[in-house]
């Protein structure tokens, strides 16, 4: 598996339908590094997530591994926040072996990599179930072993186990971690929870209340992997961030209240 | 597994329980239909007796004459002109219709230049080109299959532009990024979304075929179950027309039938559920 890409953001705006959701955005990702972003509801973290996958224009310059991004490639893997995103026709396997079919990959060969993705994500035993037959943690496991099989550099996950619920969220994040040291890609995880991104993350990329939202922090997170929640560093990092993100949540409380004043 | 012991009793009493109710409901649901199917044949029954045959022939008249066709082979003959005109007709509107509709759907370029025509001829029934289709294409077949493919074509093309415009932006970003290119996100992703949409595009297109067959036949054709209908009235036959009504439905109603079985049982994985 080939190690993780660096992605530098300089000033990167986005704009839809002529409003600045985020603005001048700049910031760099290690190769290999992973980084959650942390922010308000609706500040801009799934359209900043969608720009680096390429399915939004930006403006300014948005690179991974050195080169200026232009649309969406198999470089940069998507776990979807909503598993609508997996192919309900196909089944587990054939779903994973989507990518490598339309690379062109032989069939017993793509079969033989689908197995082996499949089985690293613990679906070993559901190969030839539909989506539909597959509980919603195991459809986030067939989204992530999707993105796996195709060996991409970076992985952009949005929330992706966000409808779980907390003993099977638990269980992801393990094993996605487990999964992250053995493959070594850079992942920009999307997420509203602050535990869930300090049991993971490198680093933490705060962002301010939209519109035109901007990073407002960055944490680094230094602890030894596996990590623990109850762990007294854990539990400093917890109390920074939550008074970070707390601020910005109480801004647009007040915008809100604002609004309904004035209206 | 760490399911509880009476949990799993509990699943496997509850299974066959479930079945049961599922045959249960099907087997009322049939006795209704076929309680409510002998109720209007003895309200035709009494209704009729105190009628004139040539207005209101009774069941068993209608019987008779169905007997009578079949056993001068009419009958069949009628059948398979009129099956084989709704065949080809329908068929024909799912070969161009689907097609044309995905690409309409998916590209705007395309759409823009048709949709005037689709709305267009959309309200303009199969009827109003009788004349048209005999003057261009002549009294044989292709008249008539022509206006079958035109009664079933906007229906489908129309199903197919929305299904296009429901298959999940989700799904499409998916597979751009797993590496698809616009062509193969349209073969490999679209077409299989929309699916569902063909069937029902392809069964209301059915019933469309069925109305235009016998209008169709009334006016210019030898044989059909249109034209037996309308041959009915020369001899003062009216039986005959019922005959053509009823078989008319069965025919529509076994079909569609066989259309569902086919989508239940071979497009199960594209989520078709009629
Ligand atoms: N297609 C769109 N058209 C118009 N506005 C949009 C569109 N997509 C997003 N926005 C706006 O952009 C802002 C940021 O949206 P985004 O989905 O990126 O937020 P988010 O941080 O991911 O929120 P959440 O945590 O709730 O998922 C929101 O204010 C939203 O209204
Ligand atoms: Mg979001």
Redesign the interface.
Known sequence: MPAGASIDLEGVGIQISGQKIVSDISLSIAAGEFVCLLGPSGCGKSTLLNAIAGFIPVEGRLRVGGREIRGPGIDRGVVFQNSDALFPWLTALENVEYGPRIRGVDKTERRKAARHYLELVGLGHAIDKFPAELSGGMRQRLQIARVLVNEPSVILMDEPFGALDAQTREVMQHELDRIWRATRSTIVFVTHDIGEAILLADRVFTMTTGPAARIKAIVSIDLPHPRDETDPGAIAIHRELRDDIGEEVSKVLRQQGLREKTA | MNQSPSAAANAATTAPRAAKGARFAEFRQAAIAIVAVLGGLIIWQVLSLNISPLFLPSPSDTWAAAIELAEDGTLAKSVVASLARIGSGWALGILIGVPLGILMGHFRIIREIFEPYIEFFRFVPPIAFITLAVIWLGPGEESKVALIFYATVFIIVVNMIAGVQAV?E??L????????SPL?TLL??VV??T?PFMITGARLAMGNSFLTVVSAEIVAAQDGLGALIWTARNYGRTEWVFVGIIILGLLGYTCDRLLRIFARTFLK???VTV
């Not at chain 2, 970003?173 to 698809?180: H, I, T, V, Y």
């Open positions: 999940s989700l799904r970003r998916a597979a751009a990024s797993l590496g698809a193969r490999t992703v299989p979304s699916v994985r594209y989520s």
